[in-house]
Nanobody, 116 residues
Framework: VQLQASGGGLVQPGGSLRLSCAAS????????LGWFRQAPGKQREFVAG???????NYADSVKGRFTISRDNAANTAYLQLSSLESEDTAVYYC???????????WGQGTLVTVSS
């Protein structure tokens, strides 16, 4: 299984970004997917998740600002980030839930920097 997050960059507070997660080596649509992030000096944390059926859940810190979605035919998931805050600065990762566990293949992630 390979997962590649992309779409990060430098954005001003209040701005938006759309992150993408491309998966290969697995039947993408058979697994729940999650987005995570790791800020400098902090542990990786859960941001948002989406089931195979499209049910979503979010960390309280991003609820109402971030939107997770998936396109199973394209083996791709997305995370729309809006109303960004400096506290959202982190490396963002995606992962798939396989047999009840996140895969060990976190990839390099994509850096989101929120700064004026």
């Amino acid at each position: 299984v390979q997962l590649q997050a992309s779409g990060g960059g430098l954005v001003q507070p209040g701005g938006s970004l759309r992150l993408s997660c491309a998966a290969s080596g697995i039947v993408f649509g058979n697994n729940a997917l999650g987005w995570f992030r790791q800020a400098p000096g902090k542990q990786r944390e859960f941001v948002a998740g989406i089931t195979t059926g499209g049910i979503t859940n979010y960390a309280d810190s991003v609820k109402g600002r971030f939107t997770i979605s998936r396109d199973n035919a394209a083996n791709t998931a997305y995370l729309q980030l809006s109303s960004l805050e400096s506290e959202d600065t982190a490396v963002y990762y995606c992962n798939l839930l396989v047999n009840g566990r996140w895969t060990p293949n976190w990839g390099q992630g994509t850096l989101v920097t929120v700064s004026s």
